[in-house]
């Protein structure tokens, strides 16, 4: 399995921990819904005990959550980088190849029937963007313009990548940022472009 950076205040050890269990239950999805999935068949597959798993997590869903947090956050971190090194109109292709990168893992979430899963991270990306956007924006109708602003991006690229990935990623990494980069025309010289706001959050918090 692709393994993610290691998380910033994560000690080694249970990085690793945290790693088997995600592999575990990505095996267990190849032949069982998720919905039937037991923890206690995670934590044999993981080989790890029961209450090192409810050290780590909560529940099922946390497992996919705590991934889904990190994967978002690392694109925070590689996107600061750019912006700091005035590369900032390469941030749809860093997307995708992180995407590619983690393909392993994510085409069998996609897999998996867990669109509510990653619906609610998503939403939690909108209010997060939408939050920032508002700032101290008093008038509703500004206020749900900007909302909606940041839900028509967010749910246009977040659809195009799913479709990406479940269709077996058919074109190039590259050719995808390209085609994002199109699509976002309009949005790129306003103050609503959604990419200029993922170098303001410090990280996405669950």
């Known amino acids: 399995m692709k393994v993610l950076q290691p998380q910033h205040g994560v000690n080694i050890q249970v990085q690793r921990t945290r790693e088997w269990i995600l592999e575990a239950l990505l095996i267990l999805l190849e032949t069982i819904p998720y919905e039937k999935i037991k923890i206690a068949a995670i934590t044999n ?21 705590t991934y889904l947090e990190t994967l978002f956050n ?4 590689d996107i600061k980088r750019l912006v700091s090194e005035d590369k900032e109109d390469v941030i ?4 995708f ?11 069998r ?10 619906i609610k991270h998503f939403q939690r990306l909108e209010r997060t963007y939408a939050d920032k956007l508002c700032g101290n924006e008093r008038e509703w109708r500004k206020q749900l313009y900007y909302r ?12 195009i990548m799913v479709d990406w990935l479940m269709n077996g990623m058919p074109l190039p990494a590259a050719e995808m940022g390209e085609i994002i980069s199109e699509l976002s025309k309009s949005f790129r010289q306003t103050d609503q472009y959604a990419p200029d706001f993922l170098q303001r959050i410090e990280k996405l918090e669950y």
């Open 45 to 65: 597959k993981a080989g790890v005990a029961r209450q090192t798993f409810y050290r780590n997590y909560k529940s099922k869903d946390d497992i996919i959550e």
């Open 74 to 77: 690392e694109f925070i971190m």
């Open 92 to 95: 749809p292709k860093l997307i």
């Open 97 to 107: 190849e992180k995407l590619e990168r983690e393909s392993n893992t994510t085409t």
């Open 109 to 118: 979430l996609m897999k998996a029937n867990i669109e509510h899963l990653l």
């Open 148 to 159: 909606y602003s940041m839900k028509y991006q967010l749910s246009g690229v977040f659809g």
